[in-house]
């Protein structure tokens, strides 16, 4: 989505622009894939009212106005048994917290959206600042799961503001004057969404190449970049935006200086392994299940037809159950028939009604660069955008250093990019 906003942007501005993709179709981590007889989203996406990047950018492609919105349910899952916390009541009532812990634990996220100084919180480690103001109970019985399921053991080294990022997006919506934050999805999913930006750029004048991965990109001795294509074509451009996870992009740029590639190599990822499941039945009613209980296969349930309406699958149920890991994790090669039979029996511990043969269809899509994890100080290392390469520029993940990451998010960044820095 960086990349295909970047084209827009550019083609707006009269700039000739070719696009390229390694993969057969666009999108990336945001790509549309079959899973049985339906055709949806690889992974779990969410629209909120307030992602006002999006929207203006649905728009656009004449999209807004068909999104649907929807309220759903909040679950956890702790002590073996499932729990809904879908508004104040039945937060209080939530038995593994003590009253003082939920007191404690609704203070922290009510000041922590009133915060602005994300940068003071970039100075501190994540399970001081929690600790602190929720209390050492809730910080252990609460919050440390949740970090550990997006963060591993990285959660050691991450700032406060990844919080303040979290809290600060589900917020956002009622800092503008919104009385309540729904979720929004487009019927068709981000295969329609992916489809009518492609043609939206195509009569742009966009040269949109799919199945077309490069090799390398360094400076052209004529002036400009030379972009070497993995079939050994050499194509040259006036400029050129790498979007690729920063350790990709240091391996497809080698000209650049050490200490870039140092900066580059030097930026920590989460990967992700999400299994897909399609069910001939629903299973908690809960749009995401959060998991504080050790020992499970995933992270965290994502009932995706609480929000999508199932007739959009064909009557079926989507759940989607990620398991975030670090670059070079065992899970992100392991064989499917493994993942499939830990990730079902998963299910069957959480969901005593849930049986195996319920599930219609199963995919798993893994991917090893999904999110730079926000250490102490990041953005003070975070990769430049313009390089030491004449007209190279870099623009990825690695630069979201005051949001969580996530398509609004990455639309903002492509459109402040192409206002502030390129040409």
């Known amino acids: 989505m960086v990349g295909l906003t970047l084209a827009r942007r550019l083609a707006q501005r009269g700039r000739a622009v070719t696009l390229l993709e390694a993969a057969p179709e666009l999108g990336g981590l945001a790509g549309a894939w079959r899973l049985g007889e339906v055709t949806w989203d690889r992974h779990y996406h969410v629209t909120l009212l307030s992602d006002v990047h999006l929207r203006r950018l649905l728009g656009e492609l004449g999209l807004d106005e068909q999104m649907r919105w929807v309220t759903t349910r909040t679950g956890v899952y702790a002590g073996g048994k499932l729990y809904s916390v879908s508004n104040s009541i039945e937060f209080l009532r939530f038995p593994p917290l003590r009253l003082v812990d939920k007191l404690r634990l609704g203070a922290t996220i009510a000041w922590g959206a009133r915060l602005k100084d994300w940068k003071k919180l970039e100075q501190i480690p994540v399970g001081d600042w929690l600790t602190r103001l929720s209390g050492r109970r809730t910080f252990e019985r609460f919050w440390l799961p949740l970090l550990r399921s997006k963060l591993g053991e990285s959660w050691r080294e991450t700032s406060a503001a990844f919080i303040w990022a979290t809290i600060a997006r589900l917020y956002a919506a009622r800092r503008s004057g919104l009385k309540e934050e729904r979720f929004g999805y487009l019927p068709g999913g981000y295969h329609r969404l992916l489809t009518t930006f492609g043609a939206a750029l195509a009569a742009q004048g966009v040269e949109v190449r799919c199945s077309a991965p490069v090799a390398q990109i360094g400076p052209d001795p004529a002036g400009g970049v030379a972009v070497t294509m993995g079939s050994g074509e050499v194509r040259r451009f006036d400029g050129a935006v790498v979007t690729l996870a920063a350790p990709l992009a240091a391996r497809l740029c080698p000209g650049l200086q050490p200490d870039e590639l140092t900066r580059l190599g030097g930026v920590r990822y989460q990967g992700i392994v999400c299994a897909s499941l399609l069910l001939d039945r629903p299973l908690g009613g809960f749009y995401v299940t959060n998991i504080t209980d050790d020992g499970l296969p995933f992270t965290g349930v994502i009932e995706m037809t609480t929000l999508v309406d199932p007739a959009e699958l064909g009557g079926r149920h989507l759940v989607y159950l990620p398991q975030y890991v670090p670059t070079g994790d065992p899970l992100l090669t392991a064989p499917e028939p493994e993942l499939r039979e830990r990730f079902v029996a998963g299910l069957e511990r959480m969901y005593p009604d849930f049986r195996?043969?319920?599930?219609?269809?199963?995919?798993?899509?893994?991917?090893?660069?999904?999110?730079?994890?926000?250490?102490?100080?990041?953005?003070?290392?975070?990769?430049?955008?313009?390089?030491?390469?004449?007209?190279?520029?870099?623009?990825?993940?690695?630069?979201?250093?005051?949001?969580?990451?996530?398509?609004?998010?990455?639309?903002?960044?492509?459109?402040?990019?192409?206002?502030?820095?390129?040409?």
């Open 356 to 423: 195996r043969e319920q599930v219609q269809a199963f995919g798993v899509s893994r991917v090893s660069h999904v999110c730079a994890i926000p250490t102490i100080g990041y953005s003070e290392r975070v990769p430049a955008v313009v390089t030491s390469v004449p007209g190279l520029f870099l623009l990825g993940s690695a630069n979201v250093i005051n949001g969580t990451l996530n398509v609004n998010e990455s639309v903002r960044l492509a459109e402040q990019a192409a206002a502030e820095v390129l040409p």
